[in-house]
Structures are given as C-alpha cells and as structure tokens.
C-alpha cells in the first residue's frame, strides 16, 4: 500500500525523487480514513500474508505520521489476522522508545523494518547524500534484533561514485550478516533526483538486464536475497529545470546529450507493446507533437480502417534518433526544431551516420519483435538513407512503401509523402502486411 504525508525530512539523497516531492501533511483522522480504506481493499478477497506499506519518507518521523496513527496501524493490522508487516522508515528515527510502542501494540504481527542501507560504505554514503553512516545501521540493526523485529534492507546495484561489483559485494557480505531480508533494486534515477543530470553529463548510466543479473547473480543462493530490477515504470522523465527547446541543425543538437539519454534507453530498456509486431518506419514532421501535423494526420488517415493497422507500430526517425510514436509527447521529442535551410552537406552526411548508427543498435535489440519492417520515406530524404543503410547492414528484410517509379511522379510536389499516389502506395503495402 502506498500511504503518502508530508515530505522526508531529509530529501538530500542523488538517486530520489520521491524524498523531494511534497504532499500534504495528513492530519490523524484523515491518515486513518485512508488507511481504512487501503487496507479494506486489500483484504477483500483474501487475507494476504504479509503487508507492506511504502510512504513518502519514513513511517517513523512524527511530522509525517504521528505515532498514534503508526500504533494504530500495526493493531489494525493484528487484528485482520495479516502475519507479517513490512514498515518504511529512516533508519535514524528508530529509537527504544518507538520500538517499545510498536511492541505494545501488534499482538502476534511479525514487523520487518524496510530500511535502504545502500551501500556499506561511508564515502559513498556520504557522495549519494545519504543521512546516515554504516556504523548508524549497524547500531539500529542490533537495537531491533533486541526488541525482537526484523530488517528488510534495501541495497542499491550500480550505483555511482563505486566500482558496482566490488560495491556490491562489500555491501552484501555486510547486510547477510544483520539483515533477514535482503533486496538487490537496480538503481534508476528518478525524475527530480540529481542522478539523473549524471546520466545526462555522461558520468553514469543504469544497469539494463543483463547487466544487473551478472552482477547479482553471486548472491541469489542465499534465501534471504531477492532482486528487484523494474522497481517502478521507468522511462527518461526530463525534470523541468532541463527543459530548453533544443534548436538548430548542427552537430550540437545531433549529438545532443538529452537524446543520447533516450537512445540509451530505447536501445537498452524500451520493450514494444507485444501486438505492435509489424514496424512502419514514418518521417518526423515540423509541427511538435507529430500527431497534430498534417503529414502524421494524413499519414494515419490513410491506414487507419487497414485489418492490420492494430499491430502496426509507427516509428519516427528523426535528429533526436529513433522515435516510438508512444513518445513524441515527452520531452525532448515535442521540443526540438531540426531547420532543414540550415544544413550544409558536412551536416547531412553526419546525420546519416548518426541516425543508421542509432538506427542499428534499436533493432539489434528490437528487431526480432517485428514480424515485418516497412519504410515510408521521401527518396532523397537522409532519414532514409540512414534506416535502409542499418537494415542492410544488419540483413534484415524490408519493404519500402513509396516505389522509385512513384517517387519519380510527385516528387516536386510540395509535400509529395502526403499526396494521394503516395498515400496509396502506403495502403497497398501495408495491406499486405501479415
């Protein structure tokens, strides 16, 4: 259950948003309402076997949930016949006197403390802007083994500012030694937190899968570990204070970092929709979002009663790199302007580069999801280019929507991907689509 209340009272830490995000401090009552209601839903079918209630700071700091409320909670809980109680909270707000409190109230409810120890190191603790230190742990660890709860302990894997391995295992050879639970969370950055300008600058990047199972995988024989590598929907959210509308056609903007931040996610992270299986490769258009141009509104007019135009997943390639439509709102994709008078031919031909570079490494990862691969390009149009030559290179099989024969006959229209002989050609070839 998700019960939020005022804002940590610390919210220093590199790798968190959630601690720098405020929400109304509850008062009592309300907290209790609330609380009534989650937990009624959550035993409405069954009673599950263990709880765990996840806050918006600590559980334990009087200003954000009073210690009536927290008492109130764990016998609530008791009384429902729930065995087990995960409680969130910093580790510096335990004290024997809340512990005593707890133990007064929760019956036979087994408490575990959800506590993020990060990692077993000062100097690191201190660069992630961590409160506390390890002897901190240490001390708290031995004051709840003594009242009789347990500590499930969140451990970070890749962070910044260590080695990952060697970090990792110094933290889990420390945290096996007073730790019942011990959970492995890939390290992603959230939207306001400072980790995410590191990924930007090039200083730091998250783990993707495969790397975040080598590095754990030495400790899954232990039963009290579990990994936890999708913790929340991650996707590159821009926090607002980087936000600048990225203008020009020159190297700069090609290169630039917020877009190598979301090639990196879309070539290492992105998973396509299971029923988007058929790849329609679409230019970008002028107009920021692309769905309220007219060349996308036409585009889409024209395949849109197609039997199989469910599974047809439109990607945009574009300065900013490869673009899944289910993004051209975020930023950056909405805030960019690429002027096409403004390029020279050193410019095109690196944009080319750039883009079949970029263009490759998606479908190296991605390419077989797709049952088919089209593309629907202006003939002389760079973009093309850069998709046919990644194609090719990587000897996958493609059908081009707009024939050279055809091209030839509109080709100095105003804007010929739009005219009715292309919009046609579109049609029938992805009426053949399977």
């Known amino acids: 259950m998700v019960l939020e209340s005022g804002k940590c009272s610390w919210g220093s830490c590199v790798f968190c948003g959630w601690g720098k995000k405020a929400t109304d401090t509850k008062g009592l009552e309300q907290l209790k309402q609330e609380f009534d209601s989650k937990l009624g839903r959550a035993i409405k079918a069954e009673i599950p076997k263990r709880i765990k209630l996840f806050t918006s700071g600590?559980?334990?700091?009087?200003?954000?949930?009073?210690?009536?409320?927290?008492?109130?909670?764990?016998?609530?809980?008791d009384k429902t016949g729930i065995?087990?109680?995960?409680?969130?909270?910093?580790?510096?707000?335990?004290?024997?006197?809340?512990?005593?409190?707890?133990?007064?109230?929760?019956?036979?409810?087994?408490?575990?403390?959800?506590?993020?120890?990060?990692?077993a190191d000062d100097d690191v603790l201190k660069k992630l802007g961590k409160q506390s230190t390890v002897q901190n742990f240490t001390d708290k660890a031995e004051l709840i083994k003594q009242n009789g709860f347990g500590i499930r302990a969140y451990v970070l894997v890749n962070p910044p500012f260590?080695?990952?391995?060697?970090c990792l295992?110094?933290?889990?050879?420390?945290?096996?030694?007073?730790c019942e639970e011990i959970v492995m969370i890939n390290t992603y950055p959230h939207r306001d937190a400072p980790l995410f300008d590191l990924w930007v600058q090039g200083k730091w990047r998250p783990a993707d899968q495969a790397e975040f199972d080598k590095l754990t995988s030495k400790w899954l024989k232990h039963k009290q570990v579990e990994t936890d590598f999708a913790n929340y929907k991650f996707v590159p959210k821009f926090p607002r204070r980087l936000m600048t509308k990225i203008i020009g056609a020159n190297h700069d903007c090609l290169v630039h970092p917020y877009y190598q931040v979301w090639q990196d996610f879309l070539q290492r992270f992105y998973e396509p929709r299971p029923e988007k299986n058929i790849l329609l490769f679409i230019p970008c258009a002028f107009r920021k979002p692309y769905k309220k141009s007219r060349t996308h509104r036409a585009i889409f007019r024209a395949?849109?009663?197609?039997?199989?135009?469910?599974?047809?997943?439109p990607i945009v390639v574009s300065s900013p790199g490869v673009i899944p439509v289910e993004f051209q709102s975020y930023y950056p994709f909405a805030n960019y302007d690429w002027p096409e008078w403004e390029e020279t031919a050193e410019t095109k031909q690196e944009y080319t580069s750039v883009n079949k570079e970029r263009v490759k490494l998606f479908l190296k990862k991605h390419a077989s999801h797709y049952k088919q691969i089209f593309v629907y390009f202006k003939h002389t149009s760079e973009t093309r280019q850069a998709i046919i030559a990644a194609l090719d290179e990587l000897g996958l099989e493609y059908n081009e929507c707009l024939s050279k024969q055809g091209w030839e006959t509109i080709k100095d229209e105003k804007n010929p991907i739009i005219h009715e002989t292309a919009l046609a050609e579109l049609r029938d070839c992805l009426a053949k689509a399977q």
């Open 58 to 77: 600590s559980m334990l700091d009087e200003q954000q949930y009073p210690t009536e409320f927290v008492s109130y909670v764990v016998s609530e809980l």
């Open 83 to 119: 065995a087990e109680f995960v409680l969130e909270t910093n580790v510096l707000d335990i004290s024997q006197e809340k512990l005593d409190s707890l133990n007064k109230h929760k019956g036979k409810l087994k408490i575990l403390f959800g506590i993020g120890l990060e990692v």
């Open 303 to 313: 395949i849109k009663d197609l039997q199989s135009y469910k599974q047809i997943h």
């Open 169 to 178: 295992d110094k933290t889990m050879e420390f945290a096996l030694e007073c």
């Open 162 to 166: 260590c080695e990952p391995a060697s």
